[in-house]
C-alpha cells in the first residue's frame, strides 16, 4: 500500500516536478521506464531533492541525469510505492492515458467511418470516388461530426443510400429524404448531413453548378442530378406546346398556345399531372435565354412553333418536361450563348436522347465573330464540346462571348420556317 505522506515528501515536491513530468509523459506514450532522464540545468535544490530520493550523492555539474530504474527501485524497497515509479506518478498526479492507444483505438474507429463510404454507389462512380478522397484530404467528415468518429460513421451511413438515388428523375428534396432517410427534413439547409450530401452533388453536377455559390449554387446543383429543392419554385418557360383539352396542365398549354403567351409550368405540374402535347414527332426549339422565347412571343403570337427556354441553366423541371418530349419520340434542337457557361449548360442538354444542336456549333459561333458580333471573353474555364470539336476550340483561340440575343434574328427566322400556320 502506497505511503502518500512519504511518497510526496519523496517524489512530490516542486524540486522533482520535472522528473514527475518526465515520466508521466513516457507512460502516456506507453514507452518504458527503464532508461535515465536527463535535466540540463539544474538548480541546488533539484539536485538536493534527487539526492534524497536515491540516498546517495551525486557527480557535481549543472546537469542532472537520474536512473529511472533506481527511483523504480527505491520507492519500492522503501515502501513509499509497492508498486514502483508508475504507481507513484499515478497517485501523485492522477491517471494516465496511454496516448499510443488512445490514438490506435481513434484511428480505427475513423477507419470504420471511412470503411461506410468504400460502397459500389461510390468507389464505382469517378466523381464520388474524388469526392470521398478529397473529403478524407481536407477533414470535410471530421469538422461536420465534431471529431466524433460514431458521428461520423453515421453520417456517411446516411450518405450512401441518398447518393445512391442520384441522378433522380424529377423528385423534390424533401421526397428524396423521405424515401432514402425516412424524414422528409433529414437534408435541410443548415444540418451536418445536409452539408456532407450537398458536396458529394456538387461533384456529381460539376461545372458550373459547382462553381457557383450561395442558393443559387445549391439550387443548380441539385437541379444538375434531377432534384428540385421544392415543386414549385422549379419551373420550365415554354411557347407554342399544342397542350389538349383534357387534364389540368394540357389545358393551361392549349390555353397559353392558344393566346400565343408564354406558359410557365412547375415540377408540381409536370410531375403531378405530365401533359399530353400532341406534338406528333415535330421539332422542339430549346434556347438558353427568356430574351429569345419573348422575342418569339411578340413576333409568331400562337404560330410559333413548340420552344422551351432553360432560363440558363437546366431546371429540374425543364429536363422533366424535356424528358417527356424526348420519351415520346420529338426531337430537340438547342442554342445557347456561345461562351464557357452557355456551353456547360449546352451539354447538359445535348445528352437527352434525340437532342441537336441549333445553329449551336463551329460554323454559326465563326461567322458571328467574322460578322463582328459579341463581346470580349474574358471569364470561365475551358470545357469540351463532344457534339462538335471545333466549337471549344474555336471559342478558346478567338476568346469572343456571343450572346443568344446577337443572334435573334437568324433565331427567329428559324422559327418563322417551322411556325404553325391557321
Known amino acids: ?247 389540368t396542365t394540357g389545358r393551361i398549354l392549349a390555353a397559353a398556345h392558344e393566346g400565343g403567351e408564354p406558359c410557365l409550368l412547375t415540377l408540381r405540374q409536370l410531375v403531378g399531372q405530365p401533359p399530353r402535347l400532341g406534338l406528333a414527332g415535330r421539332l422542339v426549339h430549346v434556347c438558353e435565354n427568356p430574351a429569345v422565347l419573348a422575342a418569339a412571343a411578340d413576333e409568331l403570337g400562337p404560330d410559333c412553333p413548340p420552344l422551351i427556354c432553360v432560363e440558363g441553366n437546366l431546371s429540374v423541371a425543364a429536363r422533366t418536361l424535356l424528358t417527356h418530349i424526348t420519351d415520346q419520340g420529338c426531337p430537340i434542337a438547342y442554342h445557347g450563348d456561345f461562351d464557357w457557361g452557355g456551353i456547360r449548360i449546352a451539354t447538359g442538354v445535348l445528352r437527352l436522347p434525340g437532342a441537336t444542336p441549333w445553329r449551336y456549333d463551329a460554323p454559326s459561333y465563326l461567322a458571328a465573330v467574322e460578322h463582328g458580333l459579341g463581346t470580349p471573353l474574358t471569364t470561365g474555364t475551358p470545357t469540351p464540346t463532344p457534339w462538335d470539336p471545333a466549337l471549344a476550340a474555336a471559342v478558346t483561340e478567338h476568346a469572343v462571348r456571343i450572346e443568344e440575343e446577337h443572334l435573334l434574328d437568324q433565331l427567329l427566322a428559324d422559327l418563322r420556317r417551322h411556325a404553325v400556320r391557321p
Do not use: F, Y
Open 1 to 247: 500500500m502506497t505511503d502518500l505522506p512519504r511518497l510526496r515528501r519523496l517524489l512530490g515536491g516542486p524540486e522533482t516536478a520535472w522528473l514527475v513530468d518526465r515520466v508521466r509523459e513516457r507512460l502516456s506514450t506507453g514507452r518504458a521506464l527503464d532508461t535515465p532522464v536527463a535535466l540540463r540545468t539544474a538548480t541546488g535544490e533539484q539536485r538536493r531533492a534527487i539526492e534524497l530520493l536515491l540516498g546517495r550523492r551525486l557527480r557535481s555539474g549543472t546537469s542532472l541525469t537520474v536512473p529511472l530504474a533506481e527511483v523504480d527501485r527505491v520507492l519500492r524497497e522503501s515502501l513509499a510505492c509497492p508498486d514502483g515509479l508508475a504507481a507513484a506518478v499515478v497517485a501523485l498526479t492522477g491517471p494516465v492515458t496511454d496516448r499510443r492507444a488512445r490514438d490506435a483505438r481513434l484511428s480505427a474507429a475513423w477507419q470504420q467511418a471511412w470503411v461506410v463510404l468504400d460502397h459500389p454507389t461510390i468507389t464505382e462512380r469517378p466523381e464520388l470516388a474524388s469526392w470521398r478522397a478529397r473529403m478524407e484530404a481536407t477533414g470535410l467528415l471530421k469538422r461536420l461530426s465534431g471529431g466524433d468518429p460514431a458521428a461520423a460513421r453515421r453520417l456517411a451511413a446516411d450518405a450512401v443510400p441518398v447518393l445512391s438515388q442520384l441522378p433522380a428523375d424529377g423528385l423534390t428534396l424533401p421526397t428524396l429524404s423521405a424515401r432514402t432517410l425516412g424524414d422528409a427534413h433529414a437534408l435541410d439547409e443548415g444540418r451536418p448531413l445536409a452539408t456532407l450530401v450537398h458536396s458529394a452533388v456538387r461533384a456529381l453536377a460539376g461545372p458550373p453548378a459547382d462553381a457557383m455559390s450561395g442558393a443559387a449554387g445549391r439550387r443548380a446543383a441539385w437541379a444538375a442530378v434531377g432534384v428540385a429543392l421544392d415543386e414549385l419554385s422549379s419551373r420550365a418557360l415554354t411557347l407554342g406546346l399544342p397542350g389538349s383539352t383534357t387534364g
